[in-house]
C-alpha cells in the first residue's frame, strides 16, 4: 500500500472519531419496517415519513430510529440540534 493511501486511511479514522465534523443536510433512506418499508427523507432539519402514523403526528417510531442511529451527526455545529427520542 502507498504512503498516501496509508496517510488517508489514518485521517479517515481521525475524522471518524469525530462524528461532530459531519452535518446532514439531506438525504432518503428505505426502513424496513416490521409490514413493510418505508420512504423516509431528511431534508434542513425536517424529517418525512410514509407511514400513516407520521402523516397524523410528525413523528414515527422510524423516524425516531433513525434520529437514534444518526446522533450527533444530524445536528449542525454549534445548533442547539434534534431532541433525541
Known amino acids: 500500500m ?3 493511501m496509508i496517510a ?9 472519531q469525530e ?17 413493510q ?4 427523507t431528511f431534508d434542513n432539519g ?10 397524523q403526528r410528525g413523528v414515527c417510531s422510524h423516524t425516531m430510529a433513525l434520529e437514534r442511529v ?4 444530524l ?3 454549534g445548533s442547539a440540534g434534534q431532541e433525541q427520542a
Open 46 to 55: 425536517n424529517w418525512h415519513c410514509e407511514c400513516d402514523f407520521f402523516e
Open 75 to 77: 445536528s449542525p455545529p
Open 19 to 35: 462524528p461532530e465534523r459531519i452535518s446532514f443536510k439531506s438525504f432518503t433512506v428505505e426502513f424496513s419496517g416490521k409490514h
Open 8 to 16: 488517508k486511511i489514518s485521517k479517515a479514522r481521525e475524522y471518524a
Open 37 to 40: 418499508a418505508y420512504t423516509i
Open 70 to 73: 444518526l446522533g450527533v451527526m
Open 2 to 4: 502507498d504512503s498516501a
